[in-house]
């Protein structure tokens, strides 16, 4: 059986990716009118301009389909042993018999996981699912440990 849990999204990641719409869309816009505007000038323009400015077109589209990707398929997958994290195209896999221990800090509303090899993770999903995710990794893998701390978060 597979579990998905959304990826939340803080109100300053939002506001982030709005503003990286907004500078998509104006190098798009600003970058098109130098491709017409050269192909209608008298002066002979050369394959490196065109070609810079065709990367100039295509990278900002690029860009806003990536974050557009972001915001639709982030998520956390528990499926078959496995924990999937997906951040728009990008995609990790971790077995879950590797994971060690499941932390939920009561204090500030954060759960994290953390590997046999010392590594941890943060999982940044809404606070009502925290207790469904880790049960079902608990379910997944029996050797798992839960614990509940109040403790100050450290810094790297």
């Known amino acids: 059986m597979k579990y998905r849990y959304k ?5 300053f ?25 050269s192909l209608q000038s008298p002066i002979q323009t050369t394959v490196y301009n065109y070609i810079s ?5 295509i990278l900002p589209i690029a860009f806003g389909a990536e974050i ?14 496995t924990l999937t994290v997906n951040f728009g195209f990008i995609k990790e896999v971790f077995q879950v018999s590797e994971i060690e221990a ?6 500030y509303n954060k759960l994290g996981i953390s590997f046999k090899d010392g590594s941890s993770y943060r999982i940044v999903i809404d606070e ?16 798992i440990s839960y614990g509940e701390t109040d403790a100050e978060e450290k810094r790297k």
């Open 13 to 37: 990641i939002i506001v982030v990716f709005v503003l990286f719409y907004i500078v998509a869309g104006a190098l798009f816009v600003w970058n098109l009118i130098r491709l017409i505007n």
């Open 68 to 81: 557009t990707a972001a915001i639709v398929s982030s998520d956390y997958t528990i499926k078959d042993k």
């Open 7 to 11: 990826y939340k999204f803080s109100f």
């Open 102 to 107: 499941v932390v939920k800090n009561v204090r």
């Open 128 to 143: 009502k699912q925290f207790d469904d995710f880790s049960s079902q990794l608990i379910k997944t893998n029996k050797f």
């Open 53 to 57: 400015i065709g990367l100039c077109i």
